[in-house]
């Protein structure tokens, strides 16, 4: 296997829900969040990794193991957070020691993209242990590789849920991510080809036009803006 420049990370999985709230557990939105992220990173050509595809337990060992044996030059770990419900917006953690990648430089881009998204943004931060070690397992155990944990929103604050609830607004989170990462790696970012395909449900918006040029007015208005558009005659 080619070296690859990251490795996504679906946070928890199996026996570890992670958060619950809401009738969602965070570990079903974390390997949404890194098969996602897997593919997309594919699509542009980046060589990618990812610790698990499915639904399994992986207790700190293995995973940070699988981490750093892949060689990988990041790793992006996905979470969704919960505190008390009062809580809400974006939190990006990244490792007390500074590696030679500039991970809070990274750990700032992604959290900037996902609040420019309309999640709150709520900090960027690291966190040492009681020794003089990291406090979370992901940057304290995956040797060289950078770890950037991403806590994309709380998913038992009502605001933030309200949101986030919805898939669409969830891959735009995850776009936001890729963004970040493709800016900071110095990698080329595009647009998915097939953003449609890989949502469950999408929405249509009719704008009512009484004659056929006033409907392709408005339709060509919508395209400049980046919509795709289509014109339906209807008898009253
Ligand atoms: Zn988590």
Redesign the pocket.
């Given at each position: 296997m080619n070296k690859p420049l990251v490795i996504w990370d679906a946070?928890?999985g199996g026996s570890d829900t992670?958060?619950h709230a809401f009738g969602t557990k965070?570990k079903d939105w974390?390997l949404e969040a890194a098969l996602y992220l897997h593919n997309r990173s594919k699509e542009l050509g980046i060589p990618t990794h990812i610790v698990r595809e499915k639904d399994i337990t992986l207790e700190a060992l293995p995973r940070t193991t699988i981490v750093k044996n892949s060689g990988a030059t990041f790793c992006i770990s996905c979470?969704?957070?919960a505190f008390n419900s009062q809580a809400k917006g974006v939190e990006t953690i990244y490792s007390i020691f500074k590696g030679s990648h500039d991970s809070k430089g990274l750990a700032e881009k992604i959290a900037y993209a996902i609040s420019n998204e309309g999640m709150d943004f709520r900090r960027v931060f690291s966190r040492q242990g009681t020794n003089d070690f990291d406090y979370y397992y992901m940057h304290r155990m995956t040797g060289k590789v950078e770890t950037v944990i991403v806590?994309f929103g709380f998913i038992d604050n009502e605001g933030d849920y309200d949101k986030l609830r919805f898939k669409e607004f969830r891959i735009k989170l995850y776009e936001a991510t890729l963004r970040a990462f493709c800016e900071h790696t110095g990698n080329l970012y595009q647009l998915p080809n097939s953003s449609i395909d890989v949502l469950d449900e999408y929405y249509k918006v009719q704008i009512f036009a009484g004659s056929l040029s006033g409907a392709e007015k408005v339709a060509q208005e919508a395209e400049n803006k980046g919509f795709e558009t289509f014109i339906v005659k209807e008898k009253k």
């Open positions: 946070g928890h992670g958060a965070e974390t979470h969704f957070n806590e």
